[in-house]
């Protein structure tokens, strides 16, 4: 009987298996000890509150000079206790974030189990979410003009409220029973409604384009990430009629750039993008592909600035070890 094989990455595996991802992390890791030992020296003692804790470089333990704690640098963040070094969480996250890999085709890539990848990147990609707005200020001043902000034509979320049907493969074994014993339904829509200005990138993934619960709290990212927010460019959308902001429309059906030179060019180029990278989640929940589209954002914005990888793991580190409160 022919084995349901998944749509890509079949010949992917065999390179696997013969061995041609052997990565060597250890430079990765590197960077990221030393960063998340830095980012030690500026938090509380996660026991007893204090400001004294103390780093080595010759040591994996940072320790709290008031009550003794000492834990390893990577306690409190993802790279706490996972059967991954620091450098292959970090490599997941930013396979699954930066290019067209799926999760499953990152899972074979680095040769672990799908769940493993899986959890290992939702957790990053929290921590990233959560530290982005701090390590983002840094730019903000180069942040200028107006915001173009639009909503795309529905998305579909592939399939609902379940988990995916995947080629399950763990190491040393294979089954191929999940995907066709599947019986999950094609699932939810969702509309992608963004924000652009300058190199900021605000994304997010929601049922409508209503002003209040949809169209609104996009602006108010986009304002807190580059405030303040000055002129706002949008299509001739009713629901945009609603806001507060100094206002000007691009009536589309009419022209792409009106006379006075208004345009939303900028986030139709962005979805243009965005649309081909969510088609590879499949078999992400409603949920996952809101979270996915917002990260599409979050790291289209740092590598529009050109921020370093230094730059993700600090918003990691914001996120897990100064956001805590
Ligand atoms: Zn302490």
Not at 297 to 316: F, T
Request: net charge negative.
């Amino acid at each position: 009987m022919p084995q349901t094989q998944p749509a890509f990455g079949g010949m992917l595996r065999q390179l696997v298996d013969l061995g041609l991802f052997e990565f060597d992390t250890e430079p990765l890791d590197i960077v990221i000890e030393r960063r998340l030992k830095e980012f030690w020296k500026y938090t509380t003692c996660p026991r007893c509150d204090h400001p004294s804790i103390h780093t080595w470089e010759s040591s994996d333990r940072v320790i709290c000079r008031n009550c003794d704690f000492k834990p390893v640098y990577t306690y409190g963040t993802p790279f706490h206790e996972k059967h991954l070094s620091c450098g292959e969480v970090l490599l997941a996250y930013l396979l699954y974030a930066d290019t067209l890999l799926s999760i499953s085709q990152i899972a074979v890539v680095l040769d672990r189990a799908y769940k493993t990848v899986y959890y290992t990147i939702r957790e990053v990609e929290a921590a990233v979410t959560r530290g982005f707005p701090l390590v983002w200020e840094q730019f903000q001043h180069a942040i200028s003009g107006p915001t173009q902000v639009d909503e795309s034509s529905t998305v579909c979320s592939g399939y609902k409220g379940q988990d995916p049907p995947r080629n399950s493969r763990y190491r040393g074994g294979s089954s191929r029973s999940e995907r066709s014993r599947w019986k999950g339904r094609h699932g939810d829509q969702i509309t992608l409604i963004a924000a652009c200005r300058d190199e900021l990138r605000v994304i997010r993934g929601h049922r409508g384009i209503d002003f209040e619960t949809d169209l609104a709290p996009v602006m108010q990212e986009a304002e807190d990430l580059s405030q303040p927010l000055g002129e706002v460019w949008t299509d001739g959308l009713q629901a945009y009629r609603r806001m507060e902001y100094d206002h000007r429309i691009v009536v589309h059906d009419e022209r792409y750039v009106s006379a006075d030179g208004v345009h939303i060019n900028q986030v139709e180029c962005l979805f243009s993008l965005v649309k081909p990278w969510l088609r590879k989640f499949r078999g992400l929940s409603k949920q996952g592909l809101e979270q996915a589209a917002h990260t599409f954002g979050l790291i289209r914005s740092l590598s529009l600035v050109g921020a370093s990888l230094e730059i993700v793991v600090d918003c990691l580190a914001t996120g897990s070890l100064l956001s805590s409160t």
